[in-house]
Protein backbone atom coordinates (compact mmCIF):
# COMPACT_ATOMS: atom_id res chain seq x y z
CA UNK A 1 0.00 0.00 0.00
CA UNK A 2 0.98 3.63 -0.91
CA UNK A 3 1.84 5.76 2.27
CA UNK A 4 -1.58 7.65 1.45
CA UNK A 5 -3.51 4.61 0.59
CA UNK A 6 -2.21 3.32 4.06
CA UNK A 7 -2.96 6.76 5.90
CA UNK A 8 -6.49 6.47 4.66
CA UNK A 9 -7.00 3.38 5.50
CA UNK A 10 -5.81 4.12 9.19
CA UNK A 11 -8.06 7.54 8.97
CA UNK A 12 -11.15 5.77 7.98
CA UNK A 13 -10.73 2.88 10.45
CA UNK A 14 -10.45 5.77 12.87
CA UNK A 15 -13.51 7.70 11.89
CA UNK A 16 -15.84 3.80 11.58
CA UNK A 17 -15.07 2.90 15.40
CA UNK A 18 -16.15 5.98 16.65
CA UNK A 19 -19.25 6.24 14.35
CA UNK A 20 -19.99 2.53 14.50
CA UNK A 21 -19.31 3.05 18.59
CA UNK A 22 -21.68 6.20 18.81
CA UNK A 23 -24.15 4.39 15.64
CA UNK A 24 -23.91 0.90 15.74
CA UNK A 25 -23.24 -1.56 12.90
CA UNK A 26 -25.82 0.54 10.29
CA UNK A 27 -23.41 3.75 10.91
CA UNK A 28 -23.49 5.68 7.19
CA UNK A 29 -20.83 4.94 5.15
CA UNK A 30 -21.11 8.47 3.61
CA UNK A 31 -21.15 9.83 6.66
CA UNK A 32 -17.87 7.89 7.23
CA UNK A 33 -16.15 9.12 4.51
CA UNK A 34 -17.14 12.54 4.80
CA UNK A 35 -15.74 13.04 8.19
CA UNK A 36 -12.58 11.25 7.26
CA UNK A 37 -12.58 14.11 4.19
CA UNK A 38 -12.29 11.39 1.53
CA UNK A 39 -14.92 10.02 -1.04
CA UNK A 40 -16.72 7.33 -0.86
CA UNK A 41 -15.05 5.26 -3.35
CA UNK A 42 -11.67 5.22 -0.98
CA UNK A 43 -14.15 3.87 1.61
CA UNK A 44 -15.10 1.10 -0.98
CA UNK A 45 -11.50 0.61 -2.08
CA UNK A 46 -10.36 -0.63 1.57
CA UNK A 47 -13.91 -2.08 2.82
CA UNK A 48 -15.96 -3.30 -0.43
CA UNK A 49 -18.74 -4.39 2.19
CA UNK A 50 -20.12 -2.56 5.43
CA UNK A 51 -19.19 -6.71 6.66
CA UNK A 52 -15.45 -5.59 5.56
CA UNK A 53 -15.48 -2.40 7.63
CA UNK A 54 -17.02 -4.14 10.72
CA UNK A 55 -14.86 -6.81 10.84
CA UNK A 56 -11.53 -4.26 10.40
CA UNK A 57 -13.14 -2.07 13.50
CA UNK A 58 -13.40 -5.44 15.17
CA UNK A 59 -10.32 -7.36 14.24
CA UNK A 60 -7.81 -6.16 17.67
CA UNK A 61 -10.64 -7.53 19.68
CA UNK A 62 -11.48 -10.49 17.65
CA UNK A 63 -7.62 -11.26 18.24
CA UNK A 64 -7.65 -10.72 22.01
CA UNK A 65 -10.80 -13.55 22.28
CA UNK A 66 -8.94 -15.84 20.09
CA UNK A 67 -5.86 -15.30 22.49
CA UNK A 68 -7.85 -15.95 25.32
CA UNK A 69 -8.98 -18.63 24.04
CA UNK A 70 -5.65 -20.16 23.52
CA UNK A 71 -4.85 -19.82 27.05
CA UNK A 72 -7.51 -21.09 28.41
CA UNK A 73 -6.52 -24.42 26.12
CA UNK A 74 -4.83 -25.80 28.83
CA UNK A 75 -6.44 -24.77 31.82
CA UNK A 76 -7.56 -28.00 34.31
CA UNK A 77 -11.15 -27.15 34.87
CA UNK A 78 -12.76 -27.62 30.70
CA UNK A 79 -15.92 -26.49 32.00
CA UNK A 80 -14.49 -23.45 34.03
CA UNK A 81 -12.13 -22.33 30.86
CA UNK A 82 -15.16 -22.21 27.88
CA UNK A 83 -17.50 -19.87 30.69
CA UNK A 84 -14.64 -17.68 31.05
CA UNK A 85 -14.28 -17.37 27.35
CA UNK A 86 -18.20 -17.30 26.79
CA UNK A 87 -17.67 -14.55 29.69
CA UNK A 88 -15.27 -12.62 27.84
CA UNK A 89 -16.74 -12.86 24.36
CA UNK A 90 -20.17 -11.35 25.88
CA UNK A 91 -18.64 -8.60 27.55
CA UNK A 92 -16.92 -7.74 24.12
CA UNK A 93 -20.21 -8.34 22.50
CA UNK A 94 -22.71 -6.45 24.98
CA UNK A 95 -20.33 -3.14 25.83
CA UNK A 96 -19.45 -2.87 22.17
CA UNK A 97 -22.11 -1.27 19.72
CA UNK A 98 -22.43 -3.16 16.38
CA UNK A 99 -20.40 -6.20 17.50
CA UNK A 100 -23.70 -8.02 18.11
CA UNK A 101 -25.23 -6.95 15.09
CA UNK A 102 -22.03 -7.75 13.15
CA UNK A 103 -21.64 -11.11 14.53
CA UNK A 104 -25.75 -11.59 13.75
CA UNK A 105 -24.59 -10.38 9.91
CA UNK A 106 -21.91 -12.47 9.48
CA UNK A 107 -22.91 -15.04 6.26
CA UNK A 108 -24.45 -18.28 6.82
CA UNK A 109 -20.89 -19.87 5.39
CA UNK A 110 -18.78 -17.16 7.10
CA UNK A 111 -15.13 -17.02 5.10
CA UNK A 112 -12.13 -17.46 7.12
CA UNK A 113 -11.39 -14.06 8.44
CA UNK A 114 -14.79 -13.02 9.60
CA UNK A 115 -15.73 -12.76 12.75
CA UNK A 116 -17.90 -15.70 13.71
CA UNK A 117 -15.70 -17.95 11.77
CA UNK A 118 -12.71 -16.53 13.66
CA UNK A 119 -14.70 -17.02 17.43
CA UNK A 120 -15.97 -20.32 16.12
CA UNK A 121 -12.34 -21.49 15.63
CA UNK A 122 -10.94 -20.06 18.68
CA UNK A 123 -13.72 -21.35 20.67
CA UNK A 124 -14.49 -24.82 19.28
CA UNK A 125 -11.55 -26.65 20.78
CA UNK A 126 -13.17 -25.21 24.60
CA UNK A 127 -15.67 -26.37 23.57
CA UNK A 128 -14.61 -30.07 22.63
CA UNK A 129 -12.86 -29.92 26.15
CA UNK A 130 -15.74 -29.39 27.72
CA UNK A 131 -18.27 -31.75 26.09
CA UNK A 132 -18.78 -34.20 28.92
CA UNK A 133 -19.73 -31.18 30.76
CA UNK A 134 -22.46 -29.74 28.63
CA UNK A 135 -25.92 -30.89 27.26
CA UNK A 136 -25.38 -33.35 24.45
CA UNK A 137 -25.09 -31.92 21.40
CA UNK A 138 -24.11 -28.34 22.24
CA UNK A 139 -21.93 -26.96 19.77
CA UNK A 140 -19.89 -23.90 19.57
CA UNK A 141 -22.31 -22.07 17.20
CA UNK A 142 -24.82 -22.65 19.79
CA UNK A 143 -22.95 -20.99 21.75
CA UNK A 144 -22.18 -17.51 20.22
CA UNK A 145 -25.87 -17.68 19.08
CA UNK A 146 -26.99 -17.44 22.08
CA UNK A 147 -24.37 -14.86 23.44
CA UNK A 148 -25.43 -13.16 20.25
CA UNK A 149 -28.80 -12.94 21.23
CA UNK A 150 -27.58 -11.81 24.56
CA UNK A 151 -25.68 -8.78 23.62
CA UNK A 152 -28.86 -7.69 21.11
CA UNK A 153 -31.74 -8.27 23.91
CA UNK A 154 -29.36 -5.93 26.71
CA UNK A 155 -28.14 -3.30 24.31
CA UNK A 156 -31.08 -0.95 25.04
CA UNK A 157 -31.16 -1.79 29.09
CA UNK A 158 -30.11 0.67 31.79
CA UNK A 159 -27.72 -1.80 32.96
CA UNK A 160 -26.83 -3.78 30.22
CA UNK A 161 -23.63 -5.41 31.40
CA UNK A 162 -25.18 -6.74 34.91
CA UNK A 163 -28.61 -7.86 33.01
CA UNK A 164 -26.29 -9.69 30.18
CA UNK A 165 -23.84 -10.98 33.19
CA UNK A 166 -27.13 -12.53 34.81
CA UNK A 167 -28.42 -14.01 31.54
CA UNK A 168 -25.63 -15.81 30.45
CA UNK A 169 -25.56 -17.58 33.96
CA UNK A 170 -28.84 -18.87 33.15
CA UNK A 171 -27.75 -20.17 29.66
CA UNK A 172 -25.28 -22.33 31.27
CA UNK A 173 -27.21 -23.60 33.77
CA UNK A 174 -29.15 -24.66 30.83
CA UNK A 175 -26.19 -26.17 28.72
CA UNK A 176 -24.57 -27.58 31.41
CA UNK A 177 -25.91 -28.36 34.22
CA UNK A 178 -23.99 -29.03 37.14
Do not use: K
Not at 31 to 41: F, H, K, L, M, N
Not at 54 to 65: G, K, M, N, T
Not at 124 to 139: E, I, N, S, W
Not at 140 to 145: A, G, V
Amino acid sequence: MRADARRNYALLLEVAEQAIAEQGADASLEQIARTAGVGSGTVRRHFPTRHALLEAVFRRQIDALSARADELAGHPDARAALVDWLNAVLSFAATTRGVAEALNRDPVEPHEHCATARLTEAGAPLVRRAAGTLTPGVTITDLLHLITGIALATEHLPDRAAEADRLLRLTVAGVSPG
